[in-house]
Every structure is written in structure tokens, then in C-alpha cells.
């Protein structure tokens, strides 16, 4: 039977990145962001448990699975099989399409306005039958999620908008306070909802595997607690937690969900894979232990797709259905079940591509309009992902009237 170790050493060698640090190995902490390093003979490790017991850790057996992957050598030392460095390490790398990235970067603010305006064109004007006469409804979402794209103050915002008016994206420019108005309408929240599913139609057939995971973006608002550690209160920025499924090819989000910071990720994967289903066909759907249940693996089998959940160390698969069926393939063939589950590492690219571009902090105050900022920024980060597939893949993208897409998916 497998040991702890052993478990271990295995989910290191599939979700991190070994690297190589002279004739040493530099492997990631699981609990921190620390490295400890692994002698090139593997007969020593930084880490405590070496320290203390003087026998292989999961860091050593985990550099030993990466050298076998890469090296496929052994050689029998004192009684033990071990893997022998005989050469310099392969460094996987993954083909740049610099032409294709180029192109898409240079065009990427006409073509993201274009994209927009006719995603918005799709949105229904409700009725108005008192008040004085307000701003066009599709005008005012192109303007909040272009004010979100552009990422500089909303005073600063409006030459750009002004440009868009003078393209005809918009009859009327709006003032800046309208723009923040509007983040605050409650009914904005189901429209942003629909143009990020609508944004992620044209790659639905280059996607049909998915990853699920959330993050938190900080707010201006502080939240205090006791702190054990230091045995006082602390302030800090409150935050929200963006939950998404997002295709690991291309990195689109197909849906997604808001929360506040201590809602807990598992209960919302259902809904996404739901959500998910209803645009795409989807094959396999990988996340981590976190969303480990019966429930879960129930709610992505009854789509016909196979489940990639990291399991807990109690787990025993006594559960019973999909959950009982993927813990025996985990524990038979864990290197074919984390090969698989990889691919949830693709999320977390998301959230970073997102975070990097459009800022990991929400800078609106009221709860409605932190919410509908943060599923612009999803929304911007979708259409900037069809930008670049455009180029790469060959899509031919672009919106009807309705706001859905002209044309299916193709490549050339």
C-alpha cells in the first residue's frame, strides 16, 4: 500500500514545477511558498521531516518521480532502485505563437470595442414608464465594462469614451457619475451574467474540458479579527471570491459565480458545471479537494464527464456511486488520475490573467456595484481571450443583433 509519502510525493511531482539549482534540486513547499532543496545523489533534503528521521521525504520521492519522468534511467544502489541523474533536466516549454500574440495585443483595443458593442446590441431596453428620459441601457453596460478594460479613474475614462462615441459604439457619452450609477443597479448582475456565457460561445469547439476554482479580489473596505498568532486584532481588506469553471485550452470562462470572502467553494460547483452544460460539451471537469463529495462528483457525472477532484487523506470511497468510482481509479492509477487532474492548474492561470490585466482589487463600494465590477472584469477577460483565439486559432468571431455568435467556432 501506498504510504502517506508516497501520496504526497506524487501530487508534487504532477501540480509543481521542479527546478534545477546547480547540481541541487529546488522543490516547492506545500505549505508555504518556500523551496527546500534536494541533494543531486537524493540522499538529502532541507526540509524538518529529513532533518528529524534521516530517511527519504516526499520532496526526495517526488524529485525521484520527476527524474524518472524525464530521464527514464535507474541504477541499483546499495540494495534500493533509485533514478540517477545521467543528464541535464528536460524543461517542458510550450510553443509561443509570437505572430499570432503580437497581432492580437496591437489590435486588441479596436477589436475589444467592437466585440463589446455588438455583445451589447443583444441586450433588451426594458420599458420606461415614468422618470425623465434615462441613458440608452445597452450604451451604459458598454460604457461600465469598457470603464473596467480601460482600468485608469473614471475621470480619466471619459477621452476613451468619447473616442466610442465617435465611432458610434454609444449615442451619448455619459457623465462619469452616471457610469458608477449604473454599477450600482442590482439588474445589471443577470445581464453581465448572460454576455460573459454569450462572450464564450464562439470556442465552444475548441473546449471540452474545464477546471474550477475561486479567488478573492480585495475590496476598500476593512475587516478586522483576532489573530491567533500574534494574539491581537488585525485590519486588513475585506475581499470577494470570484468562483468560475474555465475551459483549459483556451482559458474562457463559461460561467460564474460572486460570493462573499467566507463562503465556501464546494456548494457552487454544481450550479457551474450546470451552467456549463447548457453551451458546452464537456468531457472531463478537474478541481481540487475542496469540492471533494459525493455531490459534486454526482453533478459533473449526470453530464456524461468525468470528475478530476483531488481526495482528501480520510477519503475511503464508501460514498458509494462516481465518488466511489473515481477513488478506486485514484488509488489504482493514481499517475493516469493526476496526469489528468494537471489540468486544473489552467484556473489558476485564468484567475492570474484576469488579476494581471484588470487588477486583483474591486474599487467600487457598495456590495451590488463590487459585484457587477467583478464579473466585468470576467467579462473583459473573455473578450480578450476571443481576441487572441482569433489569431491563433482562426476563429471567426463576431455577434449578431441578439448577441449571439454569427458564426460556430471554426479553424482554418
Same mark, same amino acid.
Given at each position: 500500500?501506498m ?10 511531482a ?6 534545477k ?7 516547492p513547499s506545500?505549505?508555504d511558498?518556500?523551496?527546500y532543496?534536494v541533494?543531486?545523489d537524493?540522499?538529502?533534503?532541507t526540509c524538518p521531516d529529513y532533518?528529524?528521521r534521516?530517511?527519504?521525504c516526499?520532496?526526495i520521492? #517526488? ?5 524518472e519522468r524525464?530521464?527514464s %534511467?535507474t541504477?541499483?544502489?546499495?540494495g534500493?532502485?533509485?533514478?540517477q541523474?545521467?543528464?541535464?533536466s %528536460?524543461?517542458v516549454?510550450y510553443r509561443q505563437?509570437?505572430?499570432?500574440y503580437?497581432?492580437a495585443?496591437?489590435?486588441?483595443k479596436a477589436?475589444?470595442q467592437?466585440l463589446?458593442n455588438e455583445l451589447?446590441?443583444g441586450v433588451?431596453e426594458p420599458a420606461?414608464?415614468?422618470?425623465r428620459p434615462?441613458?440608452?441601457y445597452?450604451d ?6 469598457f470603464?473596467?478594460f480601460s ?9 476613451d469614451?468619447?473616442d466610442a462615441?465617435a465611432?458610434?459604439?454609444i449615442?451619448k457619452?455619459? /457623465?462619469f457619475?452616471?457610469?458608477?450609477n449604473y454599477?450600482?443597479l442590482?439588474?445589471?448582475t443577470s445581464v453581465l451574467?448572460?454576455?460573459? #456565457?454569450?462572450s464564450?460561445l464562439p470556442?465552444?469547439a475548441?473546449e471540452t474540458?474545464?477546471a474550477v476554482?475561486?479567488s478573492?479580489?480585495?475590496t476598500?473596505q ?22 468560475l469553471m ?5 482559458? %474562457? ?5 460572486v460570493?462573499d470572502?467566507n #463562503?465556501?467553494?464546494?456548494?457552487f460547483l454544481?450550479?457551474? %458545471?450546470?451552467?456549463?452544460a447548457?453551451?458546452?460539451t464537456i468531457? !472531463?471537469v478537474?478541481?481540487?479537494k475542496?469540492?471533494?463529495?459525493r455531490?459534486?462528483h454526482?453533478?459533473?457525472a449526470?453530464?456524461g464527464?468525468?470528475p478530476?477532484?483531488a ?6 470511497g464508501?460514498a458509494?456511486?462516481m465518488?466511489e468510482t473515481?477513488? /478506486?481509479?485514484?488509488?489504482l492509477?493514481r499517475?493516469a488520475?493526476?496526469? !489528468?487532474?494537471?489540468?486544473?492548474s489552467?484556473v489558476e492561470?485564468t484567475?492570474?490573467?484576469i488579476?494581471a490585466?484588470?487588477g486583483?482589487r474591486?474599487r467600487s463600494?457598495g456590495?451590488t456595484a463590487q459585484?457587477?465590477e467583478a ?12 481576441i487572441?483565439?482569433?489569431f ?8 449578431c443583433?441578439d448577441?449571439s455568435?454569427?458564426?460556430?467556432a471554426?479553424?482554418?
Open positions: 500500500m504510504s502517506d509519502r508516497q501520496q504526497k510525493a506524487l501530487e508534487i504532477a501540480t509543481s514545477k521542479l527546478a539549482q546547480g547540481d541541487a534540486w529546488l522543490v506545500q505549505s511558498n518556500g523551496h532543496v541533494a543531486s537524493l540522499k538529502h533534503c532533518e528529524l534521516q530517511r527519504d516526499k520532496h520521492l #517526488a524529485t525521484e518521480i520527476v527524474i524525464e530521464c %534511467v541504477e541499483t544502489n546499495d534500493q532502485t533509485r533514478t541523474i545521467v543528464s541535464e %528536460v524543461k516549454t505563437e509570437w505572430t499570432a503580437n497581432t495585443q496591437t489590435n486588441e477589436l475589444f467592437k463589446l451589447c446590441d433588451v420606461q414608464t415614468t422618470g434615462r441613458l440608452a445597452r451604459m453596460i458598454f460604457s461600465v465594462a470603464k473596467v482600468t485608469v479613474s473614471g475621470r480619466r475614462f471619459m477621452s469614451l468619447s462615441h465611432k458610434g459604439y449615442a457619452v455619459p /457623465h457619475n452616471s457610469i458608477f454599477l450600482e442590482e439588474a445589471l451574467r448572460e454576455l460573459i #456565457a454569450r464564450s470556442l465552444k475548441l474540458n474545464f476554482d475561486s478573492g479580489f480585495s476598500c476593512y475587516a478586522s479579527w483576532f489573530n491567533a498568532k500574534y494574539g491581537k486584532e488585525v485590519d486588513n481588506h475585506d475581499w470577494i471570491k470570484i468562483h474555465t475551459g483549459v485550452r483556451t482559458n %474562457v470562462v463559461t460561467s460564474v459565480e460570493s470572502r #463562503a465556501h467553494d464546494a456548494p454544481p450550479q457551474l %458545471v450546470d451552467d456549463t447548457k453551451n458546452f468531457n !472531463q478537474s478541481a481540487d475542496g469540492y471533494t463529495g455531490k459534486n454526482h453533478a459533473i449526470k453530464h464527464a468525468t478530476y477532484i481526495f482528501k487523506k480520510n477519503a475511503t464508501k458509494g456511486g465518488f473515481m477513488f /478506486h481509479y485514484y488509488s492509477n499517475n488520475f493526476l496526469a !489528468q487532474y494537471h489540468r486544473r489552467n492561470t484567475f492570474h490573467m488579476k490585466k484588470f486583483s474591486i463600494k456590495t459585484v457587477n464579473l466585468c472584469k470576467v467579462l473583459c477577460h473573455n473578450i480578450c481571450v476571443l487572441q483565439s482569433i491563433e486559432f482562426g476563429i471567426e468571431a463576431s455577434f443583433a448577441g455568435p454569427a458564426q460556430e471554426s479553424r482554418f
